[in-house]
């Protein structure tokens, strides 16, 4: 009995992602860069977003706007368990993608399956970093098919509003 009352006790590392998760929740805007295939030229953008969360989990929900005609909105969900996380990415023409990956330090590295092959592969890394007190991160990184080399597809640095 007593095993299965500390399966709900508080640990120390699920505390400190606790604390981390809810240090990202907010309003937050900023600008960025985004590629559409990792051989094309970069566009600008601009973008919004809402963060939610909780001791367990965190979605990131927003929209990104590129030459103020094209708009995409971009959504993560996440979800914490121990030091693990996994969830969706939603925001390529892909489909829904899965994540899984852990935090070190100030920054959750996420593993993206797409749902069809984008840039030669399914295969890219989402990085979701706390920057400061009230700024945020999120960088894809995509391998190009060409050259072999890890290429930023897209780059949004977020401040709180």
Not at 66 to 89: F, P
């Amino acid at each position: 009995m007593l095993a299965a009352a500390c399966l709900f006790c508080p640990t120390g590392a699920h505390a400190d992602e606790a604390a981390f998760l809810r240090s990202l929740h907010g309003k937050f805007s900023g600008n960025g860069t985004v590629r559409i295939r990792t051989n094309t030229p970069v566009m600008n953008i601009n973008c919004t977003f809402t963060s939610d969360a909780t001791a367990d989990s965190l979605s990131l929900d927003g929209t990104c706007r590129a030459l103020l005609i094209m708009s995409r909105e971009i959504r993560a969900d996440l979800k914490v368990s121990g030091a693990s996380y996994t969830g969706t990415y939603i925001g390529s023409r892909s489909g829904p993608a899965g994540l899984s990956g852990s935090r070190k330090g100030d920054a959750i590295n996420l593993e993206i399956h797409w749902a069809k092959i984008v840039n030669g592969d399914r295969d890219a890394e989402l990085t979701v970093e706390k920057t400061g007190p009230d700024d945020m991160r999120m960088t894809v990184t995509d391998m190009d098919p060409a050259t072999g080399k890890m290429v930023v597809t897209s780059r949004i640095d977020l401040k709180r509003t």
